[in-house]
């Protein structure tokens, strides 16, 4: 280790001093990305097969494989709900992960397999299930999953074996959109966290929900508007957006948890990551998807509010939307995606070192930690630096984000490929 650290440190120094001598040529570098590109992509394609075909050999048409016992669980009726309340009885599960898959079988290049997936979802699936959901996980898993599927079952490159899909994909998305508007059926249009499939929103359901939860649903009901014709789902969902965006504080700040009966907040702090994180996602890809500028306008102020009031350097806290004072001083793993939407809009410079400053802690854990005090991040980065030569400070020193991009829309709609990237982009 030692002996290592100090090579490193050099290292670092050799380079530094003369970066001429060793440079490699231009040519040398291109082969050597070509050649980690393909050992990148074959990694990727063993580990989804690796997963797919367990899932489908211990699990399916339950939702989930419960990886070291090899036998699974369904999750649909359990994502977010801790306690475990009503679960469905005589209940098998509904292929969640099956309906996860269906883009990636497509991008893996596995037509003979998404199509034999699709048969089995156009024949097997219901929703007519006693099962109390959480609004938001069912909404990206299996809407999104199921109108990505439809949309690239029905595009130009005929995927399928010609006549045998007749948009099945389609009509159980809508049957499942037309069992979402019970939940928004409330004084302020913001949804219930949870609705039952079968029976509607529960007599004693909890009103509180987070701001993701009820500002994160436009994507996909928006698609599946556009796709049936029916105005139902995206004018729910925009209303909800629009009443969550009202809810905004004079710092154009919102916070993480509300009651959707009284429109009030419950939970004042908030940050970019669990509760409010694809909030803002969705808002850009809003506007990408939908083309209007509406959506860039909120992301626009949300996003330079973001930076101004939860911004640290590399990190993002928390903050309180009322006065923008810092609360939670932590480093959290759905603050991820955050450099990667940054990219999105073309703030390169914060989003090249937040990302390089959270590669750091992964690299140090192995992964990212659920939750880590910003701190202790602080400390290790230090102590790395230290360890280089390099004074501290520096590398910290990022530009200031004050002006964005807007991404680049083609027309104001053009659904097909654009929606199955979000979508399939969207992560959770
Ligand atoms: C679930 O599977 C069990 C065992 O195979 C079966 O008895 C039951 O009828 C199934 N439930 C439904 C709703 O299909
Ligand atoms: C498609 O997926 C199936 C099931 O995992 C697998 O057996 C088959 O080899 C795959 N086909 C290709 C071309 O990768
Ligand atoms: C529907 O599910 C049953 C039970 O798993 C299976 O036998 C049948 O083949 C499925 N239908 C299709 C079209 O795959
Ligand atoms: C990211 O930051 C590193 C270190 O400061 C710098 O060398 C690199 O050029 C930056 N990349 C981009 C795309 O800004």
Request: aromatic share 12%; hydrophobic share 40%.
């Amino acid at each position: 280790m030692l002996l290592s650290r100090s090579y490193g440190a050099w290292l670092v120094l050799f380079l530094l001093i003369s970066p001429a001598f060793i440079a490699p040529s231009m040519s040398q570098l291109d082969s050597h990305w070509a050649a980690k590109k393909r050992y990148m992509r074959e990694k990727v394609r063993k580990m989804f097969y690796h997963a797919y075909e367990n899932y489908m050999k211990h699990a399916f048409p339950h939702d989930e494989l419960k990886p070291l016992t090899k036998s699974f669980t369904d999750s649909l009726s359990e994502l977010g709900n801790l306690k475990l309340q009503h679960l469905p009885r005589n209940y098998n599960g509904s292929a969640l992960t099956l309906i996860e898959s269906l883009s990636s079988l497509v991008i893996m290049g596995n037509n003979t397999e998404f199509e034999r997936a699709v048969t089995w979802l156009s024949e097997n699936l219901t929703f007519n299930i006693d099962a109390r959901i959480n609004l938001f996980e069912c909404n990206i898993r299996v809407l999104g999953g199921l109108i990505s599927a439809h949309i690239l079952a029905t595009d130009s490159t005929n995927r399928l074996v010609q006549g045998c899909y007749k948009n099945q994909l389609l009509n159980l998305a809508e049957d499942l959109g037309r069992r979402f508007l019970p939940a928004f059926d409330t004084p302020t249009g913001l949804p219930y966290a949870w609705v039952n499939l079968k029976y509607g929103v529960m007599e004693d359901e909890t009103p509180e929900t987070s701001t993701s939860g009820c500002g994160s649903l436009i994507l996909e009901m928006g698609a599946l508007s556009r796709l049936t014709g029916d105005p139902r789902y995206e004018s729910a969902a925009l209303r909800a957006l629009r009443k969550l965006w009202s809810m905004r504080s004079s710092l154009n700040l919102l916070g993480t948890t509300l009651d959707v009966t009284t429109g009030e907040w419950i939970e004042y702090s908030s940050g970019i990551g669990a509760g409010v994180d694809s909030f803002y996602e969705y808002l850009c890809k809003a506007y990408i998807l939908f083309g209007k500028e509406d959506y860039w306008r909120m992301f626009h102020s949300a996003y330079l509010a973001v930076q101004k009031y939860f911004r640290h350097g590399p990190w993002y806290h928390e903050a309180d939307m009322r006065t923008g004072k810092a609360t939670y001083w932590q480093l959290t793993s759905l603050q991820a995606f955050w450099p990667g939407l940054q990219v999105l809009v073309g703030d390169i410079g914060a989003a090249n070192s937040s990302h390089r400053e959270f590669f750091y802690v992964w690299k140090k854990f192995g992964v990212i930690p659920e939750r880590i005090s910003v701190g202790i991040c602080w400390t290790i980065r230090c102590y790395i630096l230290l360890k280089s030569i390099i004074p501290c400070g520096r590398s910290w020193r990022s530009p200031h984000s004050t002006s964005i991009k807007q991404p680049k829309i083609h027309g104001t709609y053009k659904l097909a490929n654009q929606l199955s990237i979000l979508l399939i982009c969207t992560p959770k």
